[in-house]
Antibody
Framework: EVQLVESGGNLARPGGSLTLSCAAS????????MTWVRQTPGKGLEWVAI????????YYADSVKGRFTISRDNSKNTLFLQMNSLRADDTAIYYC?????????????WGRGTLVTAPS | QSALTQPPSVSGSPGQSVTISCTET?????????VSWYQQPPGTAPKLMIY???NRPSGVPDRFSGSKSGNTASLTISGLQAEDEADYYC??????????FGGGTRLTVL
């Protein structure tokens, strides 16, 4: 079964740091670009970042550029999101998702999400 | 404000058809046929329903269809069923190599 499981969500201090992980199984992780999408509880979806298969190409939303870093470890089938300088408006459920191929820009498999709370 | 505008809500009775629009309001998303649609029932993760304007992933019922005319993409659900009640989001690639989502549309099955 193709599966993505996020972890690492927690209550963070404003200005603090947190690292999210996304464990992939059921498919060849190193064959797919990956992405993070977040959703403020009760609100809409916001794309966060995307990373290529090798990790050599990365793109970010303006709202997180310079504060968040997406990375991956293909040997451990794991995607990461390092979040620094957390702000209250970073509070959200963070989903990782699979990208069918570089240049697809749509997301065909999603995890269940992990909640990050950064109080004001 | 999102570069993709969706109506906040739509509704329909079982068996009817409904259409959800997604209008591009920014030149960043202009001419790309990279629109996709996601379904999100309450308390669950999003699910891909349509990609690249009109393509359906395996397992998605053919009651779901996508199209685009000018700067407006549309998701049509025919033969509405109670299980279709959910939030629906469109998304698109932008010229800055980013992705933008619409604000979402709540579909209510009456």
């Amino acid at each position: 079964e193709v599966q993505l499981v996020e972890s690492g969500g927690n209550l963070a201090r404003p200005g603090g740091s947190l690292t999210l992980s996304c464990a992939a199984s059921g498919f060849t992780f190193s064959d797919y670009p990956m992405t993070w999408v977040r959703q403020t509880p009760g609100k809409g979806l916001e794309w966060v970042a995307i990373i290529s298969i090798s990790g050599g190409s990365k793109y970010y939303a303006d709202s997180v550029k310079g504060r968040f870093t997406i990375s991956r470890d293909n040997s451990k089938n794991t995607l990461f999101l390092q979040m620094n300088s957390l702000r209250a408006d970073d509070t959200a459920i963070y989903y990782c998702a699979r990208v069918p191929n570089w240049g697809s820009w749509y997301f065909d498999v999603w995890g269940r999400g992990t909640l990050v709370t950064a109080p004001s | 404000q999102s570069a993709l505008t969706q109506p906040p809500s739509v509704s329909g009775s079982p068996g009817q058809s409904v259409t959800i629009s997604c209008t591009e309001t920014s030149s960043d998303v202009g001419s790309y046929n990279r629109v996709s649609w996601y379904q999100q029932p309450p308390g669950t993760a999003p699910k891909l329903m349509i990609y690249e304007v009109s393509n359906r992933p395996s397992g998605v019922p053919d009651r779901f269809s996508g199209s685009k005319s000018g700067n407006t993409a549309s998701l049509t659900i025919s033969g509405l069923q109670a299980e279709d009640e959910a939030d629906y989001y469109c998304s698109s690639y932008t010229s800055r190599s980013t992705v933008v989502f619409g604000g979402g549309t709540r579909l209510t099955v009456l």
